[in-house]
Nanobody
């Protein structure tokens, strides 16, 4: 069983930056897609960004131009650089890894809290 462990959350003022890190405990099965979702209080979990094993990235419209996702396949790690943070970015951020095995299998981390004060 693969475990995903996030780190890097915290409290930051509006306009500030944070970098989230997610490490997979094993290199196999290979995470073809890794990404981040977030869930704010009282809201459903929403997609933030994802990146394929080959490095193709995709972003939610709300974070385009502010967030950058990257990954290091040799370290089984995905990063989310968050700049120009806004109070609306306050949420628990979850790392996600997708494995293809007769269909997609999803793995999730425990989440890391990001709080942006105005």
């Amino acid at each position: 069983q693969v475990q995903l462990v996030e780190s890097g959350g915290g409290l930051v003022q509006s306009g500030g930056s944070l970098r989230l890190t997610c490490v997979a405990s094993r290199s196999r099965p290979r995470m073809l897609v890794m990404g981040w979702h977030r869930q704010a209080p009282g809201k459903e979990r929403e997609f933030v960004a994802s990146i394929t094993y080959g490095g193709s990235a995709n972003y939610a419209d709300s974070v385009k131009g502010r967030f950058t996702i990257s990954r290091d396949n040799t370290e089984n790690t995905v990063y989310l650089q968050m700049n120009n943070l806004e109070p609306e970015d306050t949420a628990v951020y979850y790392c996600n890894g997708r494995v293809m095995n007769v269909g997609w299998n999803d793995y999730w981390g425990q989440g890391t809290q990001v709080t942006v004060s105005s």
